[in-house]
């Protein structure tokens, strides 16, 4: 008795393998298409049909749905006739396919008036052979279309007797950007291209000399700073997607090197905070790299303490420019 009630358990027990049906947030650069797809994982044994309704926001987005390499031989069906809602359905012959793959790829556009830089792609229904699947949605975002600029201290305090001021450091921040941005700082009719630098994902930095000049030199690249310390001079950020140019604002020249505290002059807690970076406790910068060396050291603390203490009056990754 007991062991036919041991062993009935053991036939009721369910599958614990479910099918997956998921659309992965994704990132769309600029203007333009980019494709997302449904993947289905763990589908049922016998994986011979499927059904799936996808919805979206009609405002935002236009969408052309096609079936995936896992349907490529399938019969395939879709309905698009109500705005913001996809059904498809799909099936083969009998096999005995475990496999997981992309259900369906959809062709994704933001439309040129959207008032959102985010659209959800909601899986509202998915049925994979009879089994009802776990669904996870997605969404796409676009980027590439605006950008800020870090609001740090704008560049001050002439290096005498050489006329050189200290470097222009510009940080351009926008999350999941993966295309270089060109910066151009001006200042009168003086401009300069800078050079932009990825440091992590949507962080660029650039460095740029600066001479004090009683005349502009365009296009040499060192900016000419012929006004006075407290006025504020302009910094163009242009996003680039192809030949379009997709975003323009301004901000203020920003940074000085060895400043790690950011409080506006070289002083000793910049040199403790060199070392975190020497040692990794924090992210490195590259406008504290002041002995113009491959990496930041322990020599960059060792050189913001001369200059504090009046040893030196330019670092060498400034000397370096004047020669």
Same mark, same amino acid.
């Given at each position: 008795?007991?062991?036919?009630?041991?062993?009935?358990?053991?036939?009721? !027990?369910?599958?614990?393998?479910?099918?997956? !049906?998921?659309?992965?947030?994704? !990132?769309?650069?600029?203007?333009?298409?980019?494709?997302?797809?449904?993947?289905?994982?763990?589908?049922?044994?016998?994986? +011979?049909?499927?059904?799936? &309704?996808?919805?979206?926001?009609? *405002?935002?987005?236009?969408?052309?749905?096609?079936?995936?390499?896992?349907?490529?031989?399938? $019969?395939? +069906?879709? =309905?698009?006739?109500?705005?913001?809602?996809?059904?498809?359905?799909?099936?083969?012959?009998?096999?005995?396919?475990?496999?997981?793959?992309?259900?369906?790829?959809?062709?994704?556009?933001?439309?040129?008036?959207?008032?959102?830089?985010?659209? %959800?792609?909601?899986? &509202?229904?998915?049925?994979?052979?009879?089994?009802?699947?776990?669904?996870?949605?997605?969404?796409?975002?676009?980027?590439? #279309?605006?950008?800020?600029?870090?609001?740090?201290? @704008?560049?001050?305090?002439?290096?005498?007797?050489?006329?050189?001021?200290?470097?222009?450091?510009?940080? +351009?921040?926008?999350?999941? $950007?993966?295309?270089?941005?060109?910066? #151009?700082?001006?200042?009168?009719?003086?401009?300069?291209? +800078?050079?932009?630098?990825?440091?992590?994902?949507?962080? @660029?930095?650039?460095?740029?000399? %600066?001479?004090?000049?009683?005349?502009?030199?365009?296009?040499?690249?060192?900016?000419?700073?012929?006004?006075?310390?407290?006025?504020?001079? %302009?910094?163009?950020?242009?996003?680039?997607?192809?030949?379009?140019?997709?975003?323009? &604002? %301004?901000?203020?020249?920003?940074? $000085?090197?060895?400043?790690? *505290?950011? =409080?506006?002059?070289?002083?000793?807690?910049?040199?403790?905070?060199?070392?975190?970076?020497?040692?990794?406790?924090?992210?490195?910068?590259?406008?504290?790299?002041?002995?113009?060396?491959?990496?930041?050291?322990? =020599?960059?603390? &060792?050189?913001?303490?001369?200059? #504090?203490?009046?040893?030196?009056?330019?670092?060498?990754?400034?000397?370096?420019? #004047?020669?």
């Amino acid at each position: 008795m007991f062991i036919f009630v041991f062993l009935l358990l053991i036939a009721v !027990v369910p599958s614990l393998a479910q099918p997956v !049906v998921s659309i992965p947030d994704t !990132v769309l650069l600029g203007t333009g298409t980019i494709i997302v797809p449904v993947r289905l994982e763990t589908p049922t044994e016998s994986f +011979v049909a499927s059904e799936l &309704t996808i919805e979206y926001d009609p *405002s935002l987005l236009t969408i052309v749905a096609s079936k995936g390499p896992l349907l490529e031989e399938w $019969l395939f +069906v879709q =309905n698009h006739t109500v705005s913001g809602i996809i059904r498809t359905a799909a099936a083969t012959v009998s096999n005995e396919a475990t496999v997981s793959g992309d259900l369906l790829l959809l062709a994704v556009t933001f439309l040129p008036d959207a008032t959102s830089s985010v659209a %959800t792609l909601s899986i &509202t229904r998915a049925i994979i052979v009879e089994t009802e699947a776990i669904t996870i949605d997605g969404s796409v975002t676009r980027i590439g #279309v605006g950008a800020t600029i870090a609001a740090n201290p @704008f560049i001050q305090g002439l290096n005498e007797p050489s006329g050189w001021r200290d470097t222009v450091y510009v940080e +351009v921040i926008e999350p999941g $950007l993966t295309i270089q941005p060109i910066v #151009v700082v001006s200042v009168g009719a003086d401009a300069e291209v +800078v050079p932009m630098m990825a440091i992590a994902n949507g962080r @660029f930095v650039g460095m740029l000399p %600066t001479v004090y000049s009683a005349s502009a030199q365009p296009n040499n690249g060192v900016l000419q700073v012929s006004i006075a310390p407290d006025q504020t001079q %302009t910094i163009h950020i242009r996003r680039m997607v192809g030949d379009e140019i997709a975003q323009q &604002t %301004t901000s203020t020249l920003i940074g $000085l090197f060895g400043d790690a *505290s950011q =409080n506006g002059k070289v002083d000793v807690i910049d040199a403790s905070l060199v070392l975190d970076m020497a040692v990794g406790k924090t992210p490195k910068l590259p406008q504290h790299n002041v002995d113009d060396g491959a990496d930041i050291s322990s =020599n960059d603390a &060792t050189l913001i303490l001369q200059k #504090v203490i009046g040893i030196i009056d330019l670092f060498p990754v400034q000397s370096s420019w #004047v020669e």
